[in-house]
């Protein structure tokens, strides 16, 4: 009985320790991944900024799906064949890393990834997820692989109050009927929005030009409730024009885009500038 016991308990264990690290991908990504390591060629002369670069132009033309991590239970999903904002960042970021570390593997690189998308890169719930920029920002300093160079580069105090998630739980399929994650995210919520921020106006994105550089990653700062950011990209010197690559929603695709990043600020109806993060 003892024994059987122990053996229950291992099947269990086992079953639990698959779970918080199982990830899904298709024999697709593992190829693309091929394809972009023969595309990246020998990183090792190449500085950061230009190989996140140099990533992101890899995915130009990749079709924009959303909500691809919304799997449940929570786990690590890796798809280049289909991104959105969110996942072309960290998709690229993740890849570069891999490739600066030498001997890139899809594995290694599945690790980057969940390094870069989860809060300590450990994976047990839905809360585990950085689900919102500035705290991704915050975390992912952390770890040093990022520098939110805002506040040189321009930037005024900026305050942030995150709730959207938290007050509207019944329309997230994870927190639909369970308190206690929803708790979870309250907390970080509340964290988050304690801590100090900083943004870049919008009409002072071209006077600020001189601190940015290929491959920083640009933030677009909202003025709608509950929320921090609206958008991701990659900020990128076309010639003497100072725009970004994305994944655009209007597009359905990734490109580059045609607008400078300061008139498309200006244009956004609830923008509210920018933040600008610097790859490690």
């Known amino acids: 009985m ?95 890393k891999t490739v600066k570390e030498g001997d890139p593997t899809f594995e290694k690189f599945g690790k980057n990834l969940q390094l870069i998308r989860y809060r300590n890169g450990v994976i047990n719930d839905y809360s585990d997820r950085l689900h919102y920029t500035t705290d991704w920002l915050y975390e992912n300093q952390k770890k040093g692989l990022i520098w939110n160079i805002t506040k040189e580069s321009g930037g005024i105090e900026h305050n942030v109050n995150l709730y959207v998630m938290s007050t509207n739980h019944e329309k997230y399929k994870q927190l639909k009927g369970k308190p206690g994650l929803t708790e979870k995210i309250r907390i970080i919520e509340q964290e988050a929005t304690g801590r100090k921020n900083f943004r870049i106006p919008a009409s002072e994105i071209e006077k600020n030009r001189a601190s940015f550089q290929n491959g920083d990653m640009v933030c677009f700062v909202t003025k709608m409730g509950g929320i921090d950011i609206s958008h991701v990209a990659f900020i990128y010197f076309q010639g003497n024009k100072l725009t970004f690559i994305h994944a655009s929603s209007a597009e359905m695709k990734v490109v580059i885009e045609k607008e400078t990043l300061m008139n498309y600020s200006l244009k956004s109806k609830n923008g509210n500038g920018i933040m600008v993060a610097r790859p490690l």
Not at 10 to 22: G, L, R, Y
Not at 65 to 91: A, F, M, S, W, Y
Request: net charge negative; hydrophobic share 40%; glycine share 4%.
């Open 2 to 96: 003892k024994r059987l016991a122990i053996i229950l308990f291992f099947v269990f264990f086992t079953h639990i320790v698959n779970s918080q690290n199982q990830s899904q991908k298709t024999d697709k990504d593992k190829e693309i991944f091929e394809r972009y390591i023969l595309h990246i060629g020998d990183a090792s002369e190449i500085s950061m900024g230009d190989l996140v670069t140099k990533s992101a132009l890899f995915f130009l033309e990749t079709p924009y799906v959303g909500h691809t991590l919304e799997k449940e239970p929570e786990q690590l999903i890796i798809n280049l064949r289909e991104l959105d904002c969110t996942t072309l960042v960290e998709t690229v970021l993740a890849l570069s």
